[in-house]
């Protein structure tokens, strides 16, 4: 069965790094998006960002563009998320998620069929 591993969540003051990965195993990795949602307490699940290697294509959601960058390795069928200028209001739990490619990149929780168990990120101010 397909699963996704997230690590690399933690504390970190407000202006630091952090990088996720999530490991996925049991897909064909290169015919699947990934993507990186995030769920704050009291809030809604949002999208972070997503990527589909062979059309080169790279989604963001406004608030993190041009802090965070997602990547793929193909090889090691891992995705990360290196977040960069952290925020306070960047915590909460993100989430890894893979949509089985068709041609789009689905920006919304609906459109992702797989899901990891989430890892925290705490920003202190």
């Known amino acids: 069965q397909v699963q996704l591993v997230e690590s690399g969540g933690g504390l970190v003051q407000a202006g630091g790094s952090l990088r996720l990965s999530c490991a996925a195993s049991?897909?064909?990795?290169?015919?699947?998006?990934m993507g990186w949602f995030r769920q704050a307490p009291g809030r809604e699940r949002e999208f972070v960002a997503a990527?589909?290697?062979?059309?080169?294509?790279?989604a963001y959601a406004d608030s993190v563009k041009g802090r965070f960058t997602i990547s793929r390795d193909n090889a090691k069928n891992t995705v990360y998320l290196q977040m960069n200028s952290l925020k306070s209001e960047d915590t909460a739990v993100y989430y890894c998620?893979?949509?089985?490619?068709?041609?789009?990149?689905?920006?919304?929780?609906?459109?992702?069929?797989?899901w990891g168990q989430g890892t925290q990120v705490t920003v202190s101010s």
């Open positions: 990527t589909m290697w062979s059309v080169g294509n790279t």
């Open positions: 998620a893979a949509h089985r490619f068709r041609g789009v990149i689905p920006t919304r929780r609906e459109g992702y069929g797989y």
């Open positions: 049991g897909l064909t990795f290169s015919s699947y998006v």
